[in-house]
């Protein structure tokens, strides 16, 4: 695997599930957190500014709808969904991501292959 270190931001609005993907994120190398963010406002605003490399980012949320986040920022990250409702995700949203995470989270492995996913991909695509 690279050497390189990836960057990447949460965008998740419930503490306690952010705490639990910062935890599991911890465990994977190469990645690094750059922040969270609670709404997609100052998502939008984090994505631009500090270009993070792999995106967690949680549909329904405040501000404005999570894909939204995406069609305003100039920067693309590879984007994991999460979302406690994959149909609503697969009908009502057109978004380019590279894995899917279902609220809640059954164990670590399934956090662990959405972001070997993202690397393997941002390591085909460097």
Known sequence: MSSKEYRYLIVEDDPAFAEILKVVMGR???MKLIGTC??????????????????LLDINISGLE?????????H?????????HPEEVMENY?????????????????????????????????
């Open 76 to 84: 693309k990250p590879k984007t994991i969904v999460i979302s406690s």
């Open 94 to 126: 057109d978004v380019e991501y590279v894995a899917f995470i279902q609220k809640p989270l059954r164990n670590a492995e399934q956090l662990m292959n959405a972001v070997r996913k993202c690397l393997k991909v941002l390591q085909t695509t460097a």
């Open 38 to 55: 609670d709404n997609t406002l100052d998502a939008a605003k984090r994505i631009d500014l500090d270009k993070p490399d792999v995106l």
């Open 28 to 30: 994977v190398r190469p």
């Open 66 to 74: 999570g894909p939204e986040v995406l069609e305003i920022s100039d």
